[in-house]
C-alpha cells in the first residue's frame, strides 16, 4: 500500500468573502465614500440611530444600505427622509455577505460620502464577515442586559464604535454600567462607548463628531 | 450556521490542490477550526460527506484540529483559558485580552 503524500496548503477559508469585500473597499474608497457596517440585535434601534446620525451631518451625503430578511420598513422610512436607501432581502441568510453588498452599491451609484449598511439585527454573525466597510458600528442597548460583552465577545471586540441605546430607560432596567464597560473594556481598547438615546435623541452629536473625524 | 457553504468552499479549495498535485482523490484533508472561528467543527462534519459526494474528496477523512481559544494577561503576559463570563487572569487576577489563538479557520494541509 502506497503511503500518503502530504501537500500543505495554510490557506483560510474565508478567502472568498474578504477577496470580494476587499475590491468593495478599494471602490468605495476611490468614490470618496466612508463605509459604515452598523449591526446589532433585533431592535436594539440601528434604524432609529441612523436616523438620528442622518439628521445631523450636514456638508456630507448620507447613503444607506438596508439589509434584511424580509420587509422593508426601514428602507421606506429613510427614503421619505430623502435619504438615498436601497433595501437588500436575503429571505432567510442571517448577515450580509460581500458579494450581496456590492451589487447594492453598483445599483446605488454612490459619490463623496458616508455608506451606512445596516446590517441583519444579530448579535452574532455580522461581526464575522468584512463586507467591504471602512469601520463597524455595534449599536448596543441598556436593555439587552450588562453581560452582553461576555455573551458576545466578538461583536464587541471587532467594534470600532459602541453606540449604547435607549439610556432613558435607565431608571427602568437592571443595567451594570460598570461590569459592561469591564467587559467591554477586555475586549476592546479603542472603540469610543458613546450612550444615547433614540426617544429623547441625545448623546448623537458625539457620534456625528466620530464620524466626521474618520470622514476627513 | 454558515457551515454549509464553507464547507463546499473548503472542497473547492482541497479540489483545486488536488489538481494542482495531479491527483485524482484526495485521502486526507487536515482542517485546524478555532473554538472562536463562528464555525462549528461538528457541523462541517456533518455536510462534508454530503457534499463531497462526487468530488475529488468523497472518499477523504476530515480531520479536525479545533482549538481552544486563549486570553493573554495585560498585566502579567500569561495565556490563559477564559472561565465563562469572565477574562481574568487565574495567575494575577489581572484583565485578559483575546488573541488570535481560537479564530483560527484554515486548510493545514491534504494528503494525496
Known amino acids: 500500500m502506497?503511503?500518503?503524500?502530504?501537500?500543505?496548503?495554510?490557506?483560510?477559508?474565508?478567502?472568498?468573502?474578504?477577496?470580494?469585500?476587499?475590491?468593495?473597499?478599494?471602490?468605495?474608497?476611490?468614490?470618496?465614500?466612508?463605509a459604515i457596517n452598523v449591526m446589532g440585535a433585533p431592535g436594539a434601534g440601528k434604524?432609529?440611530?441612523?436616523?438620528?446620525?442622518?439628521?445631523?451631518?450636514?456638508?456630507?451625503?448620507?447613503?444607506?444600505?438596508e439589509g434584511d430578511i424580509e420587509a422593508d420598513f426601514d428602507t421606506k422610512t429613510l427614503q421619505a427622509l430623502g435619504v438615498k436607501a436601497i433595501q437588500i432581502n436575503t429571505g432567510g441568510a442571517c448577515h450580509l455577505d460581500s458579494p450581496l453588498i456590492g451589487n447594492a452599491v453598483d445599483e446605488l451609484g454612490l459619490s463623496n460620502g458616508v455608506l451606512f449598511i445596516e446590517n441583519i439585527g444579530n448579535l452574532v454573525c455580522p461581526a464575522e464577515f468584512m463586507i467591504g466597510e471602512h469601520a463597524k458600528m455595534l449599536i448596543s442597548t441598556v436593555t439587552e442586559g450588562s453581560d452582553?460583552?461576555?455573551k458576545y465577545p466578538l461583536a464587541f471586540e471587532k467594534a470600532d464604535i459602541i453606540v449604547i441605546n435607549k439610556c432613558d430607560l435607565l431608571p427602568y432596567v437592571d443595567f451594570d454600567e460598570e461590569f459592561f464597560m469591564k467587559g467591554v473594556r477586555a475586549l476592546n481598547k479603542t472603540a469610543p462607548v458613546i450612550k444615547v438615546s433614540g426617544k429623547t435623541e441625545e448623546g448623537f452629536d458625539k457620534v456625528v463628531s466620530w464620524i466626521m473625524e474618520k470622514v476627513k | 450556521m454558515h457551515e454549509y457553504p464553507i464547507t463546499?468552499?473548503?472542497?473547492?479549495?482541497?479540489?483545486?490542490?488536488?489538481?494542482?498535485?495531479?491527483?485524482?482523490?484526495?485521502?486526507?484533508?487536515?482542517?485546524?477550526?478555532?473554538?472562536?472561528?463562528?464555525?462549528?467543527?461538528?457541523?462541517i462534519e456533518l455536510y462534508f460527506e454530503l457534499i463531497a459526494q462526487g468530488s475529488a474528496c468523497e472518499k477523504a477523512k476530515l480531520n479536525i484540529e479545533r482549538i481552544?481559544?486563549?486570553?493573554?494577561?495585560?498585566?502579567?503576559?500569561?495565556?490563559?483559558?477564559?472561565?465563562p463570563y469572565s477574562f481574568e487572569c487565574p495567575d494575577c487576577k489581572g484583565e485578559g485580552r483575546p488573541t488570535e489563538i481560537g479564530q483560527e479557520f484554515f486548510i493545514r494541509s491534504i494528503e494525496i
Open chain 1, 148 to 150: 452582553k460583552p461576555y
Open chain 2, 68 to 83: 481552544v481559544p486563549k486570553l493573554r494577561c495585560s498585566n502579567c503576559g500569561v495565556l490563559f483559558t477564559r472561565k
Open chain 1, 2 to 34: 502506497s503511503e500518503n503524500k502530504e501537500i500543505e496548503v495554510m490557506q483560510s477559508v474565508y478567502d472568498k468573502n474578504d477577496e470580494v469585500a476587499a475590491k468593495i473597499n478599494s471602490a468605495l474608497t476611490k468614490s470618496g465614500i466612508y
Open chain 1, 47 to 65: 434604524t432609529t440611530s441612523l436616523i438620528q446620525i442622518i439628521k445631523r451631518l450636514t456638508d456630507v451625503i448620507p447613503y444607506v444600505i
Open chain 2, 8 to 43: 463546499q468552499r473548503i472542497i473547492e479549495i482541497v479540489g483545486e490542490y488536488a489538481v494542482k498535485n495531479n491527483a485524482d482523490e484526495v485521502k486526507v484533508i487536515n482542517l485546524v477550526v478555532g473554538d472562536y472561528s463562528g464555525y462549528v467543527a461538528s457541523s
